[in-house]
């Protein structure tokens, strides 16, 4: 089993529609959890994160933690061609002595317009 | 602006050939990650520095290897015992130790002919 893990994507959405992106984690003691978005060729950026089981909203953006399931996802609300990109997910996974932060491989979301 | 610079960002590299990446930050971060990203992959960390002087392998540290000479630097050798080395690397940086929010880099993509 992989250690972040999130749903195959690719997926597309029309526009307006809601998109949602899901991730499980095998670590039980993790407690921060983000959601990064990726456009072709570019980094990484950091669009939520999330401590706490509920959720977190921010714009157009819903993250929802479920410690006991060992489940984290993010809602995208009237998508917009300009979300198309891949999303990752990463949580701290115990790794030898140390914690370190591990991405999914991503989904790759397409708007369409 | 305070940022993390990579360079160069586009890279070719011929077969037996050692190249080295360049990152730095001005951020006064005190650890510093190097990820590999293969296309439709998520991000596999390399090494990681969390202080000066000291770094630790990865998940995927065969072939490469790394400095910490100077708390703004963290460069990058990709030598000829990588046997697949065309990927998009990333290097990021966290202030403290521990998973946490990431920084990252414009990325170099490296190409081997």
């Known amino acids: 089993q992989k250690e972040v893990e999130q749903n195959s994507g690719p997926l597309s959405v029309p526009e307006g529609a809601i998109a949602s992106l899901n991730c499980t984690y095998s670590d039980r003691v993790s407690q921060s959890f983000f959601w990064y978005r990726q456009y072709s060729g570019k980094s990484p950026e950091l669009i939520m994160s999330?401590?706490?089981?509920g959720d977190k909203e921010d714009g157009r953006f819903t993250a929802q933690l479920n410690k006991a399931s060992q489940y984290v996802s993010l809602l995208i609300r009237d998508s917009q061609p300009s979300d198309s990109a891949t999303y990752l997910c990463a949580a701290p996974i115990s790794s030898g002595s140390a914690r370190q932060l591990t991405f999914g491989s991503g989904t790759q979301l397409t708007v369409l317009p | 602006d305070g940022g993390i610079t990579q360079s160069p960002k586009y890279l070719f590299r011929k077969e037996g050939q050692n190249v080295t990446l360049s990152c730095e930050q001005n951020?006064?971060?005190?650890?510093m990650y190097w990820y590999r990203q293969d296309p439709g992959q998520g991000l596999r960390l390399i090494y990681y520095s969390q202080i000066v002087n000291d770094f630790q392998k990865g998940d995927i540290a065969e072939g490469y290897s790394v400095s910490r000479e100077k708390k703004e630097s963290f460069p990058l050798t990709v030598t000829s015992a990588q046997k697949n080395p065309t990927a998009f690397y990333l290097c990021?940086?966290?202030?403290?130790?521990?998973?946490?929010?990431?920084?990252f880099g414009a990325g170099s993509r490296l190409t081997v002919l």
């Open positions: 999330i401590y706490s089981n």
């Open positions: 990021a940086s966290v202030q403290g130790a521990g998973a946490n929010v990431l920084t």
């Open positions: 951020l006064n971060h005190d650890a």
